[in-house]
């Protein structure tokens, strides 16, 4: 019976005790980090629906030439009067699709004032686009069709797009001395696109093969989150400049390095793709090919919103937990006061109001004010119930400390992207050995 006492009071039981104690705390870390998600699943519902009624995502894919031909297909067909096979010609009507020799973009994208609904912003923007370029003579003879067979005076030009509801004005085309209006049309493939058309327009002199036919043409949207542009000219160059100080530049190609410059003011990227570098021909029959694969544009994204900025703060919560936890232990091994398991406890719940206080305030100011605010009320109050517990004002003074240092430490690593891991790593290492170098004297043997 006096070694079970012994035991108990022993620093292997105490210790076995503070750990066991910081393993049941981790289950309400993990709902504080669930309502975390929550939150962040909420804004991106809100975030989501709101950008739809201003403007979605943009990828533009044009201007492409559209021509009618037909085809005769000779067959053999049986008739049982004459018991005798007949031929019969049926003409079929396909379709052409021919992409610019030359196109190019200038694009200006404007963030505007960000949407609110409720306690949530979405980010979005204006973009006005100018496409200008020109069409050579459109190459039937790769498929053996006679001009004859080929509908010049029922060529039109197409644009497919996405957010179709959010284009803020007419886009007319012009097209060599002539201009024609885009309309709504059927969609010539079954996806998420739309499809603008012209009416018949005019390409008599692309029926000699040695003239280029200018076009030029205008559009503007609302949108938000992102702008892609398919490569679809024999050359194609964009332009883009915007007010957004973080850009992402995605897509199967990025911008040239010589002409890209990023600031807090914003930034300008320009393109450049050759023929030569997609897998996808000039022309195309009777099937647009898909090369949104091949597209290239640029993300407006927020490098870490505030949910984010949260939820990683929250995956610390276990290093502070178990840290406190030690420096408490430390103190009571060293100056042999005695700490209730109760008294544990309380200070490990303090520690986890700190997420539930930083979620709640972010929501309603900024993400580093909302720590600020958090982090000293948890410190306060660790202190002021350490100095009931510790009996002495020296020791709650060097928690409070601590705790200020681990709390800052954290933040650091929060606001890093590409140091996080280095500064997290040797921040670790100088802590362990701070912890090594004042238990060396503990002998963990006595009572």
Do not use: C
Request: hydrophobic share 40%; charged share 20%.
């Amino acid at each position: 019976m006096e070694k079970q006492t012994n035991f108990f009071q022993s620093n292997t039981a105490k210790i076995i005790m503070v750990g066991f104690l910081t393993l049941v705390l981790l289950i309400p870390l993990q709902f504080v980090k669930n309502l975390i998600l929550e939150r962040s699943d909420r804004q991106k519902e809100v975030v989501a629906e709101t950008s739809s009624k201003w403007g979605e995502n943009i990828y533009f894919y044009g201007p492409i030439l559209k021509i009618p031909y037909e085809t005769h297909v000779e067959s053999k067909v049986y008739d049982p009067r004459t018991k005798e096979h007949v031929s019969s010609i049926a003409t079929e009507l396909h379709t052409a699709y021919f992409f610019p020799e030359e196109l190019k973009n200038r694009s200006v994208v404007t963030m505007v004032k960000p949407l609110q609904r409720s306690l949530y912003k979405s980010n979005v923007f204006t973009a006005e686009m100018d496409f200008t370029g020109s069409y050579i003579h459109p190459n039937f003879k790769i498929n053996n069709i006679p001009n004859e067979d080929i509908q010049w005076d029922k060529a039109t030009v197409v644009i497919r797009t996405t957010n179709l509801k959010s284009i803020k004005s007419q886009v007319n085309l012009k097209l060599g001395d002539s201009t024609y209006r885009f309309e709504p049309t059927q969609g010539v493939q079954n996806d998420s696109m739309s499809t603008l058309e012209t009416g018949i327009v005019d390409i008599e002199k692309l029926q000699m093969a040695d003239e280029k036919l200018a076009f030029s043409f205008g559009i503007n949207y609302n949108g938000s989150k992102l702008i892609r542009l398919a490569p679809i000219g024999k050359t194609t160059t964009a332009k883009m400049s915007s007010n957004w100080h973080s850009p992402s530049f995605m897509g199967n190609f990025l911008p040239n390095d010589k002409h890209k410059q990023i600031s807090s003011k914003g930034f300008e990227a320009e393109w450049e793709v050759l023929h030569l570098n997609r897998p996808f021909a000039q022309q195309s029959f009777d099937e647009l090919p898909n090369v949104k694969g091949y597209a290239f544009g640029v993300d407006f994204i927020t490098t870490v919103d505030e949910y984010q900025q949260n939820e990683r703060a929250s995956k610390y919560g276990f290093l502070v937990i178990g840290l406190t936890f030690l420096i408490f232990f430390l103190i009571q091994s060293i100056s042999k006061i005695s700490i209730h398991i109760f008294q544990y406890s309380m200070i490990g719940l303090a520690l986890l109001m700190f997420y539930t206080l930083l979620i709640s305030i972010t929501e309603h100011s900024s993400f580093t004010l909302a720590y600020i605010i958090a982090g000293l009320s948890v410190i306060v109050l660790i202190s002021l119930y350490s100095i009931s517990i510790l009996k002495d004002r020296k020791f709650p003074v060097f928690i409070g400390v601590s705790l200020s240092g681990l709390y800052a430490f954290i933040f650091v690593i929060i606001q890093m992207e590409d140091y996080a891991l280095l500064v997290g790593s040797v921040g670790l290492f100088f802590i362990l050995a701070a912890v090594m170098y004042f238990s060396r004297r503990i002998d963990w043997g006595k009572e």
